[in-house]
């Protein structure tokens, strides 16, 4: 802090950079939620070559697969939240609503898209060549997960945040 000529304090700007950047770091919900989702997307890659018998890189930035890396986001994000300010409070509803809207979506909304999209690729493919969809794009069909997936996704976050929680101490709140 810096004192201006009429006696108030101003923060300089290498001291709100300063804070910015080790409020990133100490921020313990934040940190839970990319951590799961990172590691939700490596899992995506190990569960790929087991069930192709092949290493599939493009699993780490594909939507759909085990776990639901959406998922894992979302509760590993209102469990730390819920860690940190409390389970009663209005931030941790707003994250597990959140939560929830997103497990919701996948495993509906989404999931039948990717279903409707697998039954289009195939009427497509059973067209004749000369017909003018028969050369057309075949849609993405991974799109949304199983009922299996997101409770895995799920299961994910909960541990990846309470693990972070009891190594790195992240100021945790009881109340």
């Known amino acids: 802090m810096v004192m201006d000529d009429l006696g108030g304090s101003k923060v300089t700007e290498t001291a709100t950079t300063s804070y910015a950047t080790s409020s990133f770091f100490s921020n313990y919900p934040l940190i839970a939620a990319l951590f799961a989702f990172a590691l939700a997307q490596a899992f995506k890659i190990i569960t790929s070559r087991y069930k ?13 697969g085990m776990p639901s890396s959406h998922t894992a986001t979302v509760t590993a994000l209102a469990v730390a939240v819920g860690l940190k300010d409390g389970f009663g409070g209005s931030t941790f509803a707003i994250a597990l609503v959140l939560a929830c809207v997103v497990m919701y979506d996948a495993t509906g909304v989404r999931l039948h898209a990717g279903r409707q999209a697998e039954v ?38 909960l541990v990846t945040s309470t693990m972070i929680c009891l190594i790195f101490g992240s100021g945790v709140e009881t109340r």
């Open 52 to 64: 192709e018998n092949r290493w599939d890189m493009k699993q780490l930035i594909a939507s759909g």
């Open 120 to 157: 289009l690729n195939q009427i497509v493919c059973e067209l004749p060549a000369e017909h003018p969809l028969a050369l057309s794009r075949p849609l993405r069909e991974l799109l949304g997960h199983t009922p299996t997936q997101v409770v895995a996704g799920a299961l994910l976050g």
